[in-house]
């Protein structure tokens, strides 16, 4: 199996001007996104925005001889980074951004606020894994176990507490995100709020799901120790902490 190198470039905004790994990094982790996406969705169907200068991404790489080459990571986006930024937090506008989905919106900004008072909240967007790794079953188990570790690491030590996603019905996530903890959203008279369609994703049906604390999911506590070397390991392109504050 080749060498694995997970990278997490912080707020590509900052940094492509001065970074060279960031300029050519970037734009291959916009391909692994097309990649991924465009054999499962209608043309059009955008897996790339402007969320992908402000977030922060967690991307795990094959080390080639031709360089660091993304094969499956995701976006983080915070409600703290929203506001900085000055963006409506993207769950509202890349999924919740329908007719029909009202009652999913008021329910979700009803638990994002409630959460933002007892700290940050974070949206896991746009996972992505290459259609190449699915041809090879160890590569692709690693990146199934990856995908649930670097969550928890990322949201751990970035101290972002609470946690909230899209997940699809069709490929079955919601399913997959009950095992590590998650749980569904609900209304003001607590019941569980039934899938959306959302039309950004040629109405593909979604389930929000939300977790309060990643440190009580065991299963994934019990896969860290087999990944921790990798993430502690991982190259973090940042901007300097001086440099930032005055940005």
């Known amino acids: 199996m080749s060498k694995l190198k997970i990278i997490v470039i912080e707020k590509a905004y900052n940094l492509i001007q001065t970074s060279e790994e960031v300029r050519e990094l970037l734009p291959k982790i916009f391909k692994l996104k097309l990649d991924g996406y465009r054999p499962h969705y209608q043309y059009g169907v955008m897996p790339i925005d402007d969320t992908d ?56 900004k009803a638990w994002v606020d409630r959460m933002s008072q007892t700290g940050n909240v974070g949206y896991n967007h746009s996972w992505t894994m290459c259609p190449s790794v699915h041809l090879d079953k160890d590569i692709k188990k690693t990146c199934y176990d990856l995908s649930r570790v670097l969550m928890y690491c990322y949201y751990r030590d970035y101290n972002i507490p609470h946690m909230i996603l899209a997940c699809s019905k069709r490929f079955k996530v919601d ?11 609900k209304d003001e008279q607590h019941n569980t709020m039934p899938v959306f369609k959302a039309a950004g994703f040629s109405q593909e049906e979604f389930y929000i799901m939300h977790i309060n604390d990643l440190n ?19 190259l973090t392109l940042k901007q300097e902490e001086e440099l930032a504050k005055v940005a």
């Open 216 to 234: 009580h999911a065991d299963s994934v506590k019990f896969l860290y120790n087999r990944y921790k070397d990798l993430w502690e390991s991982r």
């Open 53 to 108: 200068f402000w977030g922060n991404h967690v991307v795990v790489c094959r080390e080639t001889t031709q360089g660091l080459i993304p094969i499956m990571g995701f976006k983080s986006l915070t409600v703290q980074d929203s506001i900085r930024f000055k963006k409506e937090f993207p769950l509202y506008t890349h999924s919740l951004n329908t007719t029909g989905c009202e009652e999913h919106k008021k329910s979700t």
């Open 175 to 185: 399913q997959q995100m009950l095992d590590i903890g998650f749980e569904y959203l």
